[in-house]
């Protein structure tokens, strides 16, 4: 026998795997090994293919090419239970627990055991009883399913899964739905299946996690495999680098616009009488300006006042030298300012309407006068937004709802740019995004603000207000505390007048005299 030290043991491989649906190429040509007794985390972007190579391996899909080998030898997954019964389980982020029956009974759902009298009854018991207590589990095998929570139905499903001798787990974002507390706890179960020489296949957003728990890491972008790191390779600036394809430190490349027009759009005295109080400020044109202070300090109040969407009690818009009135959004957007909503499922985006149709709603208006060649015309508009945004979607005819965080993101920010703004409010525009669709948008704002936009840009995230605004002004508690320019913007000091510290220290420093 082999030394598993010299060459660990490869139970399950793919090998040019690939797996297209309507309008999407989901894996091009992956190859993939899974050794006995790892956990072996597979990572990548939203929609990089992580999910359907991990249902293909469980029998859920069938690939259009490629094959898959057990031990060696080239197996068919026809369906679930095939894979099943070839010690290959699946557990999904949508768990498979039917909540009116029993834990036993779930244990053993469609497989043979399940389907017979009394005598089996006792047995699937016995069976399930054995299982939870290897597991620790803190409920019994006749409790009924439904009582349990998320992190207790996961356990059932691990534990169908050793009841089935399985010999590769695939855990599919399994922690996405837990506390700190039991992914702590998954985490250590997890530990516990491996040194039974149980190969985990481990799908997770979340670096830190992964960080923590794998033995090796493969990566996955845009349908294609990117390679596998092991041992001290393991680190995140590696792993995102493979996810998304260039450094970080191409990261927040956007180009500056060196060209600006100083007081372009100016915000004088706005109040509501509640969250915001007294702000003041102007933006040049061209520039990006971050916003940056605590959640709940009042910057999308403000925000939203600016926009007219919501009303204030106080405080004037000039704009290129003319005081212009805003009392509504239509208001807003007659003036030429933009708004991107921090909640954009809610607020930005119509989800049941196509993609087209969110993009060309604003122009609409003004291209609808002659029918066909308005149609044509939009079609157009929403071609090149596609395009230029990089869009990432079956069809223009695609639903909002089906695309990804970041696409959604662009198509709002696509809607925008139809209407030629002069000044772009985006409230945490990033979030909810992944990674690389993250750099493309910081890339596109650059490019907005190159066309004389002045755009404000509010954000929570520190590293991404620092990498792209060149000027950040602070809120706290409703009020503007800091105006930061080059050198002085970094995150201490944004945090500091964000919290108020620096405000306690300047009051100290005067009555001390220090
Ligand atoms: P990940 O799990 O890495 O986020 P997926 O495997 O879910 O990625 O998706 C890969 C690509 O395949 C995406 O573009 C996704 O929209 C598409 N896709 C996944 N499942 C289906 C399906 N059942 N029908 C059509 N497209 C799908
Ligand atoms: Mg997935």
Redesign the pocket.
């Known amino acids: 026998m082999s030394d598993p030290k010299v060459s660990p043991r490869v139970i399950l491989s793919t090998r040019g795997v690939s797996k297209r ?4 190429q ?2 091009s040509d992956v190859s993939l090994d899974v050794r006995k007794g790892e956990i072996h985390a597979v990572m ?10 991990m ?1 293909i391996l469980a029998g859920v899909y069938i690939p259009d090419d490629g094959q898959i080998f057990l031990d060696d030898r080239v197996v068919r997954l026809e369906n679930p239970l095939k894979a099943l019964q070839l010690g290959i389980s699946l557990i999904n982020q949508e768990l498979n627990i039917a909540g009116n029956i029993s834990v036993a009974e779930n244990v053993f759902m469609g497989s043979e055991l399940g389907r017979f009298g009394l005598a089996r009854r006792a047995e699937m018991r016995r069976r399930t009883r054995e299982v939870l207590d290897l597991l620790g589990a803190p409920f019994a095998a006749e409790t009924r399913a439904g009582l349990l929570s998320i992190a207790e139905k996961q356990q059932i499903e691990i534990a169908r899964a050793l009841v089935h001798n399985s010999r590769v787990i695939i855990m ?1 974002e399994p922690t996405a739905a837990l506390s700190e507390n039991e992914t702590e706890k998954l985490f250590t179960l997890v530990d516990s299946l491996r040194s039974q020489g149980i190969a985990i296949v481990y ?1 997770s957003h979340r670096i830190n996690e992964i960080l923590k728990i794998a033995d090796r890491v493969s990566v ?1 972008r845009d ?1 294609r495999y990117i390679g596998t790191l092991e041992g001290s390779e393991i680190e995140s600036e590696a792993i995102v680098r493979m996810m998304v394809g260039r450094t970080l430190t191409d990261f927040y490349q956007h180009r500056v616009s060196t060209e600006k027009t100083e007081g372009f759009f100016r915000v004088e005295d706005f109040s509501d009488g509640k969250k915001v109080r007294n702000v003041s400020f102007s933006a040049a044109a061209g520039e990006i300006l971050g916003i940056a202070g605590l959640v709940g300090s009042g910057r999308t109040e403000f925000a939203r006042m600016v926009f007219g969407a919501d009303r204030r009690l106080r405080g004037e818009v000039y704009l290129d030298g003319r005081k212009i009135s805003i009392n509504s959004p239509k208001d807003a957007i007659r003036h030429g300012i933009g708004y991107v909503p921090e909640d954009r499922k809610s607020q930005g985006l119509f989800l049941e309407m196509s993609s087209h149709d969110n993009i060309t709603m604003n122009v609409i208006g003004t291209t609808s006068r002659a029918g066909l060649i308005a149609g044509r015309r939009n079609n157009a508009i929403t071609s090149q937004a596609i395009e230029q945004l990089n869009i ?1 979607l ?1 069809s223009p005819r695609t639903r909002a709802v ?1 695309l ?1 965080g970041g696409n959604q993101q662009k198509l709002l920010l696509a809607r925008w740019l139809q209407i030629a703004p002069k000044v772009l409010i985006l409230d945490e525009p990033t979030r909810g995004v992944d990674v690389g669709a993250k750099s493309e948008i910081y890339k596109l704002i650059g490019e907005i603000a190159m066309r004389k936009v002045a755009v404000i840009f509010i954000s929570s995230e520190l590293p991404e207000v620092v990498g792209i605004a060149q000027r950040v002004l602070v809120m706290r508690e409703g009020a503007l505390v800091a105006d930061l320019k080059g050198e002085n913007i970094d995150q201490e000091t944004i945090i500091a007048y964000a919290t108020g510290v620096r405000e306690a220290q300047a009051a100290f420093a005067a009555k001390t005299g220090r």
Do not use: M, Y
């Open positions: 649906f309507p309008g999407v989901a894996l990548g972007e939203n929609g990089a293919g992580k999910s359907t190579l249902k599919d799908i996955l349908g990432r079956a089906s990804s």
